[in-house]
């Protein structure tokens, strides 16, 4: 387990601090997530905190074993079949283990492998597993190949609200680092008014969302010439997102195993991650022209390429299987989804269980 580095917290807090004195006395949430996760050197992602795996705050999917990066090479491998490049784009690629995998599985087959990341230090530790990856500081132009991304959209920072009587307010970190209710940007209104998102709430309703998504989907579809953008994370479409019984979001915290709902305790020293509204990234990438190739869950997508379940396996093997595919693990809940531009054929990975139509 890493232990937490209180001097480097007390610096964030501090530089925290300054900008919300500067911004009059407080500043939206996603200001203050964006803060506490990617400021330079001090953000959670930018630290040198160990945070994947056993050791680390949190276990990705890919940091469980080969099962999930097998099953990516077989639906870049079908890809590849018909697009003009065989490359592949890792967005966000925490320790670089799903990078190592790929490239090790699909060898040959692969002609580069990039990866864009917005920490240094890990990029470092990406670069230290996996060698032969090129880091990119912005994405490319014509872009033939495949977009990966594994728990970025859920790592994204969220604008958070409340819905009540009084209509919409937005939630704002005051300098005493405690959140206070004021009136919503104008972004959260226009979002709000676009995606009609009030009639899905009732009242006393507290939830999150992410502004970012549009704009980064326009971005992925302006750099892609042909391919699929493969996207995983912990979500569900948005009438389940803002069910009534999940009225307080789903924001979470993460440290050394630990889940809380607390994100302003001990800014860069843990984990702040809300889940996915789907139905906003499928809206994102129809507006922009790119084709919903699939949506499903994490254990339909292994199973339609090809995941065994070998009964006669290790303990470890079966447990990580377990992890993937059972529904009350990441099985129901993690999601994959696939955006696609100029492609006909359809994916391996969403044949059988495809769930666009609840999007
Ligand atoms: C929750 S981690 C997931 C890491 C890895 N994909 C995995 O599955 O283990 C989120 C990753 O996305 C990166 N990240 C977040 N926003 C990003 C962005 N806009 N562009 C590139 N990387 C980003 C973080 O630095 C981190 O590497």
Redesign the pocket.
Known sequence: MHSLDIMSSNSLNDLILEHIIDMGGMIRFEDFMKLAL?TPGLGY??SNLR??GKYGDFV????LGQAFSSCIAKQCQQLFNSLPQKNIL??????G??AADLIKTLGSDLENYYI????AD?QQRQKNIAPSVQHLHSLPQNFNGIIL????L???PIAKFLHNSNGLQEYYVTSEFKFTTAAPSQQLVDYFVKTELEQHLTDEYSSEVNL?IPG?INSLYSCLNSGAILLFDYGFPRHEYYHEQRNTGTLMCHQQHKSHTDPLYMPGQQ?I?AHVDFTAVAEAGSNCGLDIAGYTSLASFLLNCGLVYDFHSTPAKTAELNLLTSPAEMGELFKAIALSKNIRESLMGFENFDRTHTL
Do not use: C, R
């Open positions: 990617y992602y930018s945070k994947f990705t999917a890919p940091e890792e967005i966000g690629a925490g320790s283990q799903l864009l990341e917005v920490s890990l991304a594994n728990e970025v859920d790592a994204m970012w980064w984990d991650t």
